[in-house]
């Protein structure tokens, strides 16, 4: 196998890039991004989840940490007391991404005012020639 053919970002088949869309979809949005990191320090209840990420709504993190319990990234544990009292944790497969993501969150503050700067140039060489492109962020 070439390493053309072991990019695994390169790839040409359907259904694999497909496959791989799915997954990244699932793992690579702020809120995701923002529950894993938080939760890679260690189990949090969810008013403590809410407090640490600014800017989520009840609504966006009870949905985000679903879709992470669906995924085998999070584990949801629920105690019979009164008020009750449910904490959140990474499973083994939720730490194993804590790499990726954080390699991902470095590369971004490291190149975040490039991006910025390349998407001003963008949109105003979109403006000079009267190009109808919206911009991208």
Request: glycine share 6%; hydrophobic share 40%.
């Amino acid at each position: 196998m070439t390493a053309e053919q072991s990019n695994v970002l390169a790839t040409s088949d359907a259904d694999e890039c497909r496959g791989l869309a799915r997954v990244i979809s699932d793992v690579a949005d702020k809120w995701t991004v923002m529950v894993v990191g938080n939760l890679s320090e260690g189990t949090l209840r969810f008013n403590e989840l809410m407090r640490r990420i600014p800017g989520v709504s009840h609504r966006m993190l009870t949905l985000t940490l679903r879709g992470l319990e669906r995924n085998g990234l999070v584990r949801r544990t629920a105690y019979a007391t009164v008020p009750p009292r449910v904490d959140y944790e990474l499973t083994p497969l939720g730490h194993s991404l804590t790499a990726p993501l954080s390699a991902l969150a470095k590369w971004a503050a490291a190149n975040r005012m490039e991006l910025q700067d390349a998407q001003i140039r963008y949109d105003g060489a979109a403006a000079s020639n009267g190009s109808a492109r919206a911009p991208l962020s």
